[in-house]
């Protein structure tokens, strides 16, 4: 599933941790994914539909290199990928064997992926890096994935960090991790992300200028009105 550009647009103005927010405000708790982390500093807010990808455990006789030229392979997953996807793979929170290294990621990177996503790890940390690919993992590994994984299969329902993916799910990832929107909430996320956004760079400027926090946040009725009254000026 392509998602629409301004969606992409709006979301990218959104921080990781707003989403939480609004997301936990409709029920849903458990939507950040745990070891998700930027494998460098400055990575930019990527968001995009979830293209899933899922390990097992390795099995002496299946996690092999040979593997590597199966059908069911990375490498035939990523020539899957649509662009604009944030690859999301479940690799068991494993730390010892490294899910990708810089040859994948650079053909990810000439299929326009958007990022990859992983409770795992990654191998040939200098090579990804300079591949540009925009990493969310758990750290590096130098053994490979069949060291300690077996690859099984795409776009069928994961868990990655302890949350449940579904393929063209949401996926919005900062330098605080990646974040989950189930695709039946996203059109209202859409409606109230920006807005909650908004009303806390409004508290912000109030704490700036020394507005003491009790009814400043959460709003009481009062600050509900001033913050409406300046809403409505901008």
Do not use: H
Not at 21 to 36: D, I
């Amino acid at each position: 599933m392509a998602l629409d550009p301004n969606a992409v647009k709006t979301l990218q103005g959104v921080s990781t941790a707003t989403l939480t927010t609004v997301l936990l405000k409709k029920g849903l708790r458990n939507v950040w994914m745990r070891g998700t982390k930027p494998i460098r500093q400055g990575q930019p807010r990527v968001v995009g539909p979830a293209f899933t990808l899922r390990f097992v455990p390795a099995r002496e006789d299946l996690a092999t290199p040979a593997s590597w030229a199966s059908p069911i392979s990375t490498r035939a997953a990523i020539e899957a990928m649509p662009e604009g996807c944030v690859a999301v793979a479940d690799a068991m929170g494993v730390l010892d064997a490294g899910i990708f290294g810089d040859i994948l990621c650079a053909r990810m990177v000439k299929r326009n992926v958007a990022a990859l996503v992983t409770d795992g790890v990654m191998r040939d940390a200098a090579g990804v890096l300079g591949t540009g690919l925009n990493v969310w993992c758990d750290g590096v590994s130098a053994p490979p994935s069949v060291a300690g994984l077996t690859f099984v299969g795409w776009q069928e329902p994961i868990a990655c960090g302890g949350v449940a993916v579904f393929p063209d799910d949401i996926v919005v990832v900062d330098d605080d991790g990646a974040v989950l929107i189930p695709a039946a909430f996203l059109d209202q996320v859409l409606a109230e992300a920006p807005e909650q956004e908004a009303m806390e760079a409004w508290i912000m400027t109030e704490v700036d200028r020394g507005v003491p926090l009790p009814g400043l946040y959460p709003m009481n009725e009062e600050t509900k009105a001033r913050y409406a009254a300046f809403a409505r000026k901008t």
